[in-house]
């Protein structure tokens, strides 16, 4: 990998800790509480923009048979550009979309938080993706863009919530419906809306695998704090110079999992597909560690799982791309896994934090701006090049790096 621009600016001195203070203040109680929860905003019209959709591929099941990709208008198309985002605050300006647009993307894929449903009225959560569906911005790029989607905790319903969110299987039928999803596709038959793409012809297949960490995810573990709130755990470690990471803590139940059983297999069929590049696009972060937010590490289990899975199925090609923390970064892994792995997050497409965590795993600078990411595959020459990067609102590329795709192969076994 080369690093275009390396460097790393973690904002945790005075300034960083100045501006979480003012934060804190200026925030209500649950906000203070968890230091990052969105407020979102309830509109008023119905939930509509569900244009159709052409099927173009035969399917088949979810988790029987052999795998094949679900049903998209585009998987003919050859990926040479992608962007993807998350966090979309419907009831806020959204001026990224023209920097979004203008980059004139193949396919952009949605991480989740597209929205911030968080409630169990389902009014109120048709209201809010109405509410997004007339942005101009995301109105322009659904007609001119195929687009994938995943969800995270907003849209799924409520802030951090998992398998125990009542109302899960109504917004699950209503994601899918916002996003197009044909009547008889398998991903309507699921336990969750995970989902799975292969785009393009033999040679320059890109497989876009976008796992749902919510519908089964099993109950999160808070940090110890000693009977301290969190908001005085946390300020008293700011006072103390001390990095803080959220509230939760790696959660080492055998039985703690974000996918479920009957993802995983789902899962383990998908790394058997042929692929020359496999995007993961997952709500939460991979490989960053330790936030102490949610993230695939707070799982770890899940975390190691899915590394052992790489290496098992000898599933070249892998790129994991996130989003869900307010602010962009790349991650890497490169201790105990097959090849190198990459997580480039990006967030939010309007939220920002202007604080990161802690991540003994990042290894770029962190942008707390507005911002979306790309993937672009350069499938000229001797040998296929990628580029990642990060755009700000304004179209500046903030930080790319160079990827060769023969550099995410090797270590693993078939079984
Ligand atoms: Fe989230």
């Given at each position: 990998?080369?690093?275009?621009?390396?460097?790393?600016?973690?904002?945790?001195?005075?300034?960083?800790?100045?501006?979480?203070?003012?934060?804190?203040?200026?925030?209500?109680?649950?906000?203070?509480?968890?230091?990052?929860?969105?407020?979102?905003?309830a509109?008023?019209?119905?939930?509509?923009?569900?244009?159709g959709?052409?099927?173009?591929?035969?399917?088949?099941?979810?988790?029987?048979?052999?795998?094949?990709?679900?049903?998209?208008?585009?998987?003919?198309?050859?990926?040479?550009?992608?962007?993807?985002?998350?966090?979309?605050?419907?009831?806020?300006?959204?001026p990224?979309?023209?920097?979004?647009?203008?980059?004139?993307?193949?396919?952009?894929?949605?991480?989740?938080?597209?929205?911030?449903?968080?409630?169990?009225?389902?009014?109120?959560?048709?209201?809010?993706?109405?509410?997004?569906?007339?942005?101009?911005?995301?109105?322009?790029?659904?007609e001119?863009?195929?687009?994938?989607?995943?969800?995270?905790?907003?849209?799924?319903?409520?802030?951090?919530?998992?398998?125990?969110?009542?109302?899960k299987?109504?917004?699950?039928?209503?994601?899918?419906?916002?996003?197009?999803?044909?009547?008889?596709?398998?991903?309507?038959?699921?336990?969750?809306?995970?989902?799975?793409?292969?785009?393009?012809?033999?040679?320059?297949?890109?497989q876009?695998?976008?796992?749902?960490?919510?519908?089964?995810?099993?109950?999160?573990?808070?940090?110890?704090?000693?009977?301290?709130d969190?908001?005085?755990?946390?300020?008293?470690?700011?006072?103390?110079?001390?990095?803080?990471?959220?509230?939760?803590?790696?959660?080492p139940?055998?039985?703690?999992?974000?996918?479920?059983?009957?993802?995983?297999?789902?899962?383990?069929?998908?790394?058997?597909?042929?692929?020359d590049?496999?995007?993961?696009?997952?709500?939460?972060?991979?490989?960053?560690?330790?936030?102490?937010?949610?993230?695939?590490?707070t799982?770890?289990?899940?975390?190691?799982?899915?590394?052992?899975?790489?290496?098992?199925?000898?599933?070249?090609?892998?790129?994991?791309?996130?989003?869900?923390?307010?602010?962009?970064?790349?991650?890497?892994?490169?201790?105990n896994?097959?090849?190198?792995?990459?997580?480039?997050?990006?967030s939010?497409?309007?939220?920002?934090?202007?604080?990161?965590?802690?991540?003994?795993?990042?290894?770029?600078?962190?942008?707390?701006?507005?911002?979306?990411g790309?993937?672009?595959i350069?499938?000229?020459?001797p040998?296929?090049?990628?580029?990642?990067?990060?755009?700000?609102?304004?179209?500046?590329?903030?930080?790319?790096?160079?990827?060769?795709?023969?550099?995410?192969?090797?270590?693993?076994?078939?079984?």
């Amino acid at each position: 990998m080369v690093v275009t621009l390396p460097r790393i600016a973690l904002l945790t001195g005075a300034l960083g800790q100045y501006i979480l203070l003012r934060e804190m203040r200026q925030h209500d109680p649950a906000r203070r509480m968890l230091l990052r929860q969105s407020i979102a905003i309830a509109g008023a019209a119905v939930l509509g923009g569900a244009s159709g959709c052409t099927l173009t591929a035969t399917v088949r099941g979810a988790d029987a048979g052999p795998p094949s990709s679900d049903p998209h208008p585009a998987l003919g198309r050859t990926l040479t550009r992608i962007g993807f985002g998350s966090c979309a605050n419907e009831g806020k300006s959204q001026p990224v979309w023209d920097a979004i647009l203008a980059r004139q993307s193949d396919l952009f894929m949605f991480l989740g938080d597209n929205i911030y449903g968080d409630t169990r009225d389902m009014a109120v959560l048709r209201a809010k993706y109405a509410q997004f569906a007339a942005q101009s911005g995301f109105a322009r790029l659904r007609e001119t863009t195929p687009v994938v989607a995943i969800w995270d905790d907003h849209d799924f319903g409520e802030n951090d919530a998992g398998g125990d969110y009542p109302m899960k299987e109504e917004t699950r039928r209503i994601f899918l419906d916002f996003w197009n999803e044909p009547s008889g596709s398998p991903r309507r038959d699921r336990d969750g809306v995970y989902a799975s793409y292969v785009f393009g012809p033999p040679g320059k297949r890109v497989q876009v695998i976008l796992p749902d960490l919510r519908y089964n995810r099993t109950p999160l573990l808070k940090l110890d704090l000693a009977g301290a709130d969190y908001e005085t755990w946390a300020r008293a470690r700011l006072a103390a110079g001390l990095p803080v990471p959220g509230p939760y803590a790696r959660n080492p139940d055998l039985k703690a999992t974000m996918l479920g059983e009957r993802q995983w297999h789902w899962l383990e069929r998908q790394l058997e597909v042929p692929a020359d590049l496999r995007l993961i696009g997952s709500s939460l972060q991979v490989l960053a560690d330790f936030t102490g937010w949610e993230a695939w590490v707070t799982y770890p289990r899940d975390h190691q799982r899915l590394i052992d899975l790489i290496r098992r199925k000898n599933a070249n090609g892998v790129v994991f791309l996130s989003g869900d923390i307010h602010y962009a970064e790349l991650s890497k892994l490169d201790v105990n896994v097959p090849y190198t792995l990459w997580d480039l997050t990006s967030s939010g497409l309007t939220e920002e934090w202007p604080v990161p965590t802690p991540n003994a795993n990042r290894m770029s600078e962190v942008l707390p701006e507005a911002n979306f990411g790309f993937i672009d595959i350069d499938w000229q020459g001797p040998s296929t090049r990628l580029t990642l990067g990060i755009v700000d609102a304004a179209g500046k590329t903030r930080m790319s790096w160079d990827v060769e795709l023969a550099s995410l192969a090797g270590g693993g076994r078939q079984t």
